[in-house]
């Protein structure tokens, strides 16, 4: 079984640009989440899709977005990049929301701000 | 609302020796509990979780927990500590009777180093 796959791995941006990161959940997870890793502030959530639907969405300011598609794929989107959304972006997937059942996690998108 | 606590940044161990990760806790229902390791550059790898039933938790390479209620805790373990041991370990609770907070919450993360 194919696990959480991300693309692209590394990707390199200037400030104001936006970015469009993708993230494929194993087959049959319905429900997948994002989050940021800074060495800074750790691990913090971004937001949550299951079904089409957010169903939660972390502090972060309006330039992150994010959707999900039919087929349970999930791309987001920061807009007007800044120096500090530089971090590593990590897609993770499950069966479904509140589930008992872990989260599988891709290795990320690595993502340098200039 | 949920949190999860990991107080030390780092601990060191020597090869062979006992190691724990402490990791408290704090729900309003019932917790699922979960501990995540993370290589370099690579995402987080499932290690074990707690849902119900026995306190003592058995997962990959070798890795325990045991979830103490009481005192709101869920420290990993192992016996006998391996270099390759050395990651970055995460604790991550789920109220499971809260509908509204089913993100999983993770701690700050502690990082294991283990000397040969």
């Known amino acids: 079984k194919a696990g959480v796959t991300q693309t692209p791995r590394y990707l390199i941006k200037t400030r104001g640009q936006q970015v469009t990161l993708s993230c494929s959940p194993i087959s049959g997870h319905r429900s997948v989440s994002w989050y940021q890793q800074t060495p800074g502030q750790g691990l913090q959530f971004l937001f949550e899709y299951f079904s089409e639907t957010q169903r939660n969405k972390g502090n972060f300011p309006g330039r992150f977005s994010g959707r999900q598609f039919s087929n349970s794929r999930s791309e987001m989107n920061v807009s007007t990049l800044e120096l500090g959304d530089s971090a590593l972006y990590l897609c993770?997937?499950?069966?479904?929301?509140?589930?008992?059942?872990?989260?599988?996690f891709g290795d990320g998108t690595r993502l340098s701000i200039l | 609302a949920q949190s999860v606590a990991q107080p030390e940044d780092q601990v060191n161990v020597a090869e062979g020796n006992p190691l724990t990760v402490k990791c408290t806790y704090s729900?309003?229902?019932?917790?699922?509990l979960f501990w995540y390791v993370q290589y370099p550059n690579r995402g987080l790898q499932f290690l074990l979780k707690?849902?119900?039933?026995?306190?003592l938790v058995k997962g990959s390479y070798g890795f325990e927990a045991e979830f103490n209620k009481s005192q709101t805790s869920f420290h990993l373990k192992k016996p006998s500590a391996l270099v390759s041991d050395s990651a970055l370990y995460f604790c991550a609770v789920r109220d499971i009777f809260d509908s509204s907070a089913s993100k999983i919450i993770f701690g700050s993360g502690t990082r294991l180093s283990i000397r040969p």
């Open positions: 707690y849902i119900t039933g026995d306190n």
């Open positions: 993770a997937s499950s069966v479904g929301p509140g589930s008992n059942q872990p989260q599988h």
């Open positions: 729900v309003s229902g019932n917790p699922y």
